[in-house]
């Protein structure tokens, strides 16, 4: 089946540093790709809907100038995370649907941002 | 996306089946019942989904109530590797390339 693969599983940074987050299609193309946070105990929220050559969607309430996202090509879309502070520590998730897959959408592993 | 209530977690011992429920009563015609799970420290999985009739799969079948008001995941044997938190999710047929919505879920505990 189709992979999604993200990088990196673990990150630790200090406060005000800033962290790539990079999820890749492996076997497929992804002209779209959508980045999910999800707090310890709590559901998936989605963040944003990443599309291939042009802007990102935003979901209400998420910092567009916080998480930058970039989708330049079909197979990556990478999220950073700018100046972490503790209240970003949460983990993060990326997924795709390929083209012929039907309903079915594929998630990274997710990455796990610990901000001290 | 029409709204999913789940149970927030189930207890099964391990090898006896696993009857997950899923209420959808404001479900629509065109909505697909997804169900996805999420084991600990990793990205949802897909497991099964349907419209009207039962589904089976070499992971999991869906039992879909005759209204389809309601549905059940149905895990025929549980180990260990199922403990996970599992999402009941409705879908419309013309979705196209959207994200999927989840809701709470329902935390699965298997006991050895």
């Known amino acids: 089946g189709a992979v999604v693969s993200q990088h990196p599983s673990r990150v630790i940074c200090k406060s005000g540093t800033s962290v790539k987050i990079e999820c890749r299609s492996l076997?497929?193309?992804?002209?779209?790709m959508f980045w999910y946070r999800q707090f310890p105990k709590q559901s998936l929220m989605l963040m944003a809907t990443?599309?291939?050559?042009?802007?990102?969607?935003?979901e209400q309430g998420v910092e567009k100038d916080k998480f930058l996202i970039n989708h330049a090509s079909l197979t990556l879309s990478t999220l950073t995370v700018t100046s972490a502070h503790p209240e970003d520590s949460s983990f993060y998730i990326c997924?795709?649907?390929?083209?012929?897959?039907?309903?079915?959408?594929?998630f990274g592993s997710g990455t796990q941002l610990s901000v001290l | 996306d029409a709204k999913t209530t789940q149970p927030n977690s189930m207890e099964s011992n391990e090898e006896e089946p696993v009857h997950l429920p899923c209420n959808h009563s404001?479900?629509?015609?065109?909505?697909?019942i997804h169900w996805y799970r999420q084991l600990p420290s990793q990205g949802p999985e897909y497991v099964i989904h349907?419209?009207?009739s039962n589904v089976n799969n070499r992971m999991a079948s869906l039992a879909i109530a005759e209204d389809r008001k309601s549905s059940t995941l149905i895990l025929h044997r549980a180990t260990l590797r199922d403990a996970a938190v599992y999402y009941c999710?409705?879908?419309?047929?013309?979705?196209?390339?959207?994200?999927?919505?989840f809701g709470k879920g329902t935390r699965l505990s298997v006991i050895a």
């Open positions: 997924s795709a649907r390929p083209g012929g897959a039907g309903e079915k959408l594929f």
């Open positions: 076997d497929f193309q992804a002209t779209t």
């Open positions: 990443s599309n291939e050559g042009s802007k990102a969607t935003y």
């Open positions: 404001t479900i629509s015609g065109t909505d697909y």
């Open positions: 349907g419209l009207t």
């Open positions: 999710i409705l879908r419309d047929a013309d979705s196209g390339n959207t994200p999927l919505v």
